[in-house]
């Protein structure tokens, strides 16, 4: 991972499972992210009292308690219940009203508000899906509008792109960036730091969660922990309902990632003379699960590319790459200035 040089900007990833920041404290890159989700509950004088004893992080709205971050999810399972989400599919969801006012709080309370007048920040956003219609002018500008409200000079950046710029700089920024995100596969292929193509997957970590949890009878929440916390791609015998159905819908959600990867390959008119095998770079929560780097050039061999594929690799910091992407992309703009 390329560290950035620079105090005065910050990167953001406003991913549908989590938001995660970066930027530059001393010689080093700091991180800091919280889970997108929420838990609503009745504004009672003992449930207040009840989350201020255990310190669980919650914010009032209206006539509503809001259980935020990783509570909200512990909480959902507690009670048997499904987490909400601000961000759906990887846009603001259109079905959550209290989804725009809460993205911007859990955006505040990562990001927190500029040091100085017009301070830049590079702020993720997907790609066109090619599997669904999402509104992305929406999303992108409403992220905008409230990042220039916390007193930023905001520029959206391309969520695999911000991938390619974490991670392959020794390569020039040439290769294919992949964000194993929770609502998105995010997909591009940059030349010298511009992008060839890009596209999105409406497919990745919920789909593979709500596909095993239908399988298994259980509720998302739960398929998401245990697979957060459990899940080992490797194994092959001795496994459990759980285990099973989240294996058969990872192959079949990296099948179809690489499938739709080689017919954008083999389309893409204005493709650029690559002189050498291509890069691939991996990232995102939903790659995390031990295996997943097998799992993915195992399928990888049955997919017969146009151009020769070179080292297949995971990002080294998988969960904060797109942040620390997004945050070499700001500093960039600010020194061009």
Not at 111 to 136: F, M
Not at 268 to 276: A, G, I
Not at 320 to 325: D, F, H, R
Request: aromatic fraction near 8%; charged fraction near 25%.
């Amino acid at each position: 991972m390329k560290k950035a040089k620079s105090n005065r900007a910050k990167g953001l990833d406003v991913g549908t499972s989590f938001i995660n920041c970066a930027e530059n404290q001393g010689k080093r890159v700091s991180f800091r992210a919280i889970r997108n989700s929420f838990f609503d509950m009745e504004d009672t004088s003992f449930t207040k009292r009840m989350l201020q004893r255990t310190g669980i992080n919650y914010i009032k709205r209206n006539d509503k308690l809001f259980v935020i971050g990783d509570e909200a999810l512990e909480f959902a399972n507690i009670f048997n219940k499904e987490a909400r989400r601000p961000l759906s599919g990887g846009a603001i969801s259109p079905r959550e009203k209290e989804a725009l006012p809460l993205v911007e709080i859990l955006i505040k309370s990562i990001l927190g508000r500029a040091s100085h007048k017009e301070e830049r920040v590079a702020y993720s956003v997907p790609g066109e899906p090619i599997d669904t219609t999402l509104n992305l002018t929406y999303h992108r500008t409403v992220l905008g509008e409230a990042l220039s409200e916390l007193g930023y000079a905001p520029k959206p950046i391309n969520e695999a792109l911000a991938v390619v710029f974490s991670e392959l700089n020794d390569e020039n920024f040439t290769g294919i960036g992949l964000s194993f995100g929770g609502g998105m596969v995010n997909v591009c292929m940059s030349f010298m730091a511009a992008p060839v193509f890009s596209f999105s997957i409406c497919k990745s970590g919920d789909w593979i969660d709500g596909q095993a949890a239908m399988a298994v009878d259980e509720t998302n929440s739960k398929v998401c922990m245990f697979k957060e916390a459990n899940l080992d791609l490797t194994r092959t015998k001795g496994l459990s309902r759980m285990e099973k159905a989240l294996s058969v819908y990872y192959r079949n959600l990296t099948e179809y990632v690489l499938k739709h990867l080689k017919a954008k390959f083999e389309n893409t008119k204005e493709m650029p003379e690559l002189k050498k095998p291509v890069d691939i770079v991996i990232a995102g929560g939903t790659s995390l699960p031990n295996g997943f780097l097998q799992l993915f050039n195992c399928m990888l061999k049955r997919v017969k590319f146009p151009h020769t594929i070179g080292k297949v690799k995971m990002a080294g910091e998988p969960l904060n790459a797109v942040a620390n992407g997004a945050l070499i992309s700001a500093i960039a703009e600010e020194t061009r200035e």
